[in-house]
């Protein structure tokens, strides 16, 4: 078992940029695959084009979404790894909590004779 | 809040939830499980306790300190600090805290305590890692939980 003070650190701008319903839509669409077009993720979103391209900027400077060039149109995809980034902080803050809780409970179930 | 804002989790235990509620806010009886050791005598609302870690390894007698907001008796415990492990070399004074929250349930046979964290979206610019590995299986188990959280219409 991993020592429950693990060195972790928190992405911080990345939970702020993810700490919203509309962005976490554009991410779950962006994750299925396809570079997306602000046009399809407006459409899909039911959002204007000007909202989209607010959050997708966000997303951006958090490092969540990239924009690329094909012909005249812009596409957005996911950059992963700082998602993943998340992920593992959050897993690491978890799995400490999993470990003092058990001891908890164990300090109740099974007390020390 | 979103769900990859915020941390919960749940455990049962068997005991009544007076004897739960002792062993989370008598401060002698935290330090056991929590594998800390604190010179101040008791949680109140509105006091700083602080700790040093009696976790065996690099983090042994590290200093941490949490914020006590709320104590409902036998419902609510919660406190601020800074979560996870200080790096020493790193002045962590003016960041915002994140916000622990015990509650306590009766079920059948038991008390089931649950423990929730929020407001990683608050912290720090400055602790930003810089280094990071992708991590495919974490990522997969992440895009899992986010369609179930909008469903199929997301």
């Known amino acids: 078992m991993k020592a429950p003070e693990s060195r972790v650190r928190p992405p911080s701008a990345l939970f702020a940029a993810l700490g919203d319903a509309t962005r976490l ?26 909202a989209v391209t607010k959050h997708l ?5 958090a490092g969540v979404a990239t924009p690329s060039r094909q012909g005249r149109e812009q596409l957005w995809a996911l950059d992963r790894r700082q998602l993943a980034q998340a992920r593992l902080f959050l897993d690491g803050v978890a799995q400490q909590w999993d470990v003092r809780l058990a001891r908890l409970k164990a300090s109740l179930e099974d007390p020390p004779r | 809040m979103s ?11 068997r005991a009544p939830r007076s ?3 002792r062993a989370l806010t008598d401060l002698g009886e ?40 709320e104590i409902v ?25 994140t916000l622990v929250t015990f509650t306590l349930e009766d079920v059948e046979g038991g008390t089931t305590i649950t423990v929730t964290e929020t407001g990683f979206d608050q912290l720090f610019e400055a602790r930003r890692a810089s ?5 495919e299986g974490g990522w997969k188990h992440q895009m899992a939980s986010l369609e179930r959280y909008f469903g199929e219409g997301a």
Request: net charge positive.
């Open chain 1, 25 to 50: 839509r554009i991410v779950v669409r962006l994750a299925r695959g396809e570079p997306l077009s602000i046009k399809q993720l407006a459409s899909g979103a039911r959002m204007t084009r000007q």
């Open chain 1, 57 to 61: 900027h966000v997303l951006a400077a």
């Open chain 2, 3 to 13: 769900p990859l804002n915020q941390i919960q989790r749940s455990t049962f235990i």
């Open chain 2, 19 to 21: 004897r739960v509620w």
């Open chain 2, 30 to 69: 935290f330090c056991k499980w929590f594998s800390a050791e604190s010179d101040d005598s008791a949680f109140q609302p509105g006091a700083r306790i602080v700790f040093r870690s009696t976790y065996p390894g690099p983090y042994y007698k590290m200093q941490f300190h949490v914020d006590i907001e």
């Open chain 2, 73 to 97: 008796p036998e419902e609510k415990f919660s406190w601020r600090w800074h979560p996870g492990a200080k790096d020493p070399a790193l002045d962590v004074t003016g960041e915002p805290m």
């Open chain 2, 131 to 135: 280094v990071f590995e992708q991590n």
